[in-house]
């Protein structure tokens, strides 16, 4: 069993910049797959990051140039910065995790395990 906790949400206004962290617990990272999704109120969940067990990294385009997904294999943690934020990027932003790799196509599929959240909110 993998349990990942998010820390990091926030509110901030259009333009400015946060950091989300996640530590996760049960295995190794270097045998993870990990991930960010985000969900607002509403609409269906939206695969955000993904760095699978290799370093091989997968961008929504809807993010791409804007975040970036990050990970410190020995603290068990992966990161979301996430710069030039806009209104639209308001949502719940979950971490999740996946044993050994990547499904083909994470983004879309999902992981297998997932936090409880962290809140992103952007002003306009």
């Known amino acids: 069993q993998v349990q990942v906790m998010e820390s990091g949400g926030g509110s901030v206004q259009a333009g400015g910049s946060l950091r989300l962290s996640c530590v996760a617990s049960g295995h190794p990272m270097n045998d993870l797959c990990m991930g960010w999704f985000r969900q607002a109120p509403g609409k269906k969940r939206e695969g955000v990051a993904t760095?699978?067990?290799?370093?091989?990294?997968k961008y929504a385009n809807s993010v791409k140039g804007r975040f970036t997904i990050s990970r410190d294999v020995a603290e068990n943690t992966v990161y979301l910065q996430m710069n030039g934020l806009k209104p639209e990027d308001s949502a719940m932003y979950y971490c999740?995790?996946?044993?050994?790799?990547?499904?083909?196509?994470?983004?879309?599929?999902?992981?297998?395990?997932y936090g409880k959240g962290t809140l992103v909110t952007i002003s306009s």
């Open positions: 999740a995790a996946e044993k050994l790799y990547c499904n083909p196509d994470p983004l879309y599929y999902g992981l297998d395990y």
């Open positions: 760095i699978d067990y290799d370093g091989t990294i």
